[in-house]
């Protein structure tokens, strides 16, 4: 049991950098960035913080958005989203540092920027699925809000990224009086990120004996 915690860690973990790579890509590309990162990029924007810190803070308060919906049905074992999201964050403002180098000079080196972004992000989803470890917040809370009102896991994850978009375009247009870090980008990320995660999860099958993790703890977030 030891060994396979261990294992599942070691995959979630590199799962992790993975997306913080995706994310820090996504801005790079200056295209939108994907919906979990809307909110904190405009913070990011707006306070005299970085993109890390803004995505631990909003993560945060996703891990008590789950506390409240779910109230005793809360496992104590997903408190270990607190250390992922430190880790998350400090990530992102990791690669963010040594990322300086990486200005697209056209619109199609943006583009291919953006795509690229999607793909790693998908990669790394992948990888934190696999694991079956635990989650983050932002795929939390959709399976909090299912598992409060018994709507399907794929709506509730729909419903909670349009939400943060939304929250998005209106901090921004208060904060900013313009609209920064949400764009076509943005939409596709939205779309393209979960058919890429999909595709692996029905190609790749190279972490099903290593990891020994049973499929009954994936299939909510192929619903």
């Known amino acids: 049991m030891k060994q396979n915690i261990l294992s599942q860690s070691i995959v979630f973990i590199f ?27 405009v913070y990011s924007l707006t306070f005299p ?21 779910l109230r005793k049905r809360y496992r104590m074992f997903q408190l270990v989203q ?8 400090y990530f992102i ?3 963010m540092k040594y990322s300086d180098w990486m200005v697209p000079a056209t619109y199609a080196e943006q583009a291919a920027l953006c795509l690229l972004s999607c793909v790693v992000l998908g990669i790394g989803v992948f ?13 939390g809370l959709a399976m909090a809000l299912t598992q409060t009102f018994g709507v399907e896991f794929g709506k509730t994850k729909i419903g909670t990224d349009s939400s943060l978009v939304v929250l ?44 020994k993790v049973r499929k009954k703890k994936q299939h909510h977030f192929f619903r």
Not at 84 to 89: K, Q
């Open 15 to 41: 799962g992790l950098f993975i997306m913080a790579v995706g994310v820090v890509l996504s801005v790079k590309a200056d295209l939108g960035v994907s919906p979990i990162s809307c909110v904190p990029y």
């Open 127 to 139: 990888f934190e699925i696999k694991a079956a470890l635990t989650y983050l917040p932002g795929e």
């Open 82 to 89: 607190f250390p992922v999201v430190f880790l998350f964050g």
């Open 93 to 95: 403002d990791l690669i």
């Open 168 to 211: 998005g375009i209106a901090s921004s247009l208060f904060f900013l009086d313009e609209l920064a870090g949400i764009r076509e980008g943005t939409v596709v990320a939205a779309v393209l990120v979960g058919y890429i995660v999909r595709f692996l999860h029905t190609r790749v099958f190279l972490f099903e004996r290593w990891l």
């Open 49 to 69: 913080l970085t993109l890390g810190q803004t995505t631990i803070i909003l993560n945060v308060l996703l891990i008590f958005l789950q506390m409240l919906l």
